[in-house]
């Protein structure tokens, strides 16, 4: 933006610009000219290290949300209605309760939101444990291999196979489930009416 040719101390032009906003240095005057400029409306002027004026950001920053909205509703459409769940899914909160859900929207959620399913506990294995040991110190010597240097794996194992199965029906966590959605409409709570209106 506004660029600007550097001088020698002779006073002749070094054929070096820089951008008389940042003062960024630049090879050609072109890109000293575009430095600080909007990439999108070519006119706008952006913040250092952003590419787009604060205009332009607003506009994207809209049509994203609408994208995401949009493609939101696609894939809840397409969505089953799930019989039977523990948690719902909205707006990066877990919710074990519709009506808690429906306050938290003051009274006037989705018609519909993703259920969560449970992630099961995944079994530890003798393998994956040496291989994390043998990536995590094998740069030391190029040819390290944990299962040449230790004993006892038989053990190893076995007190694995017991402690997998006390815990295999155990669930680590909870994530959203984007196959099946639950309607909210079934929430004690009343709604929002606009007194304005009835009046």
């Not at 002027?45 to 994208?67: G, L, V, Y």
Request: net charge negative; proline share 3%; glycine share 4%.
């Amino acid at each position: 933006m506004n660029a600007q040719q550097l001088f020698l101390e002779s006073g002749n032009p070094s054929g070096v610009y820089y951008c008389s906003e940042c003062r960024s240095v630049y090879r050609t005057f072109d890109l000293a000219n575009e430095c600080c400029v909007c990439q999108t409306c070519k006119t706008g002027k952006r913040e250092k290290c952003r590419t787009t004026c604060e205009a332009c950001s607003s506009i994207q920053n809209m049509e994203s949300q609408k994208r995401f909205e949009e493609l939101e509703k696609f894939a809840l459409d397409k969505a089953e209605v799930a019989e039977d769940w523990e948690y719902v899914w909205y707006n990066d909160h877990m919710y074990s309760d519709i009506d808690e859900l429906c306050e938290d929207c003051d009274g006037n959620p989705p018609e519909y939101v993703f259920s969560m399913k449970p992630v099961p506990f995944r079994s530890f294995t003798v393998d994956a444990v040496l291989d994390q040991y043998n990536e995590e110190f094998g740069f030391a010597c190029e040819d390290f291999e944990i299962r040449d240097i230790v004993t006892g794996l038989k053990e190893l194992k076995e007190a694995f196979d017991i402690f997998n199965t006390t815990n295999k029906d155990k669930i680590l966590y909870y994530e959203e489930d984007r196959k099946h959605k639950v309607s909210t409409q079934n929430s004690w709570l009343e709604p929002e009416v606009d007194l304005k209106k009835t009046n």
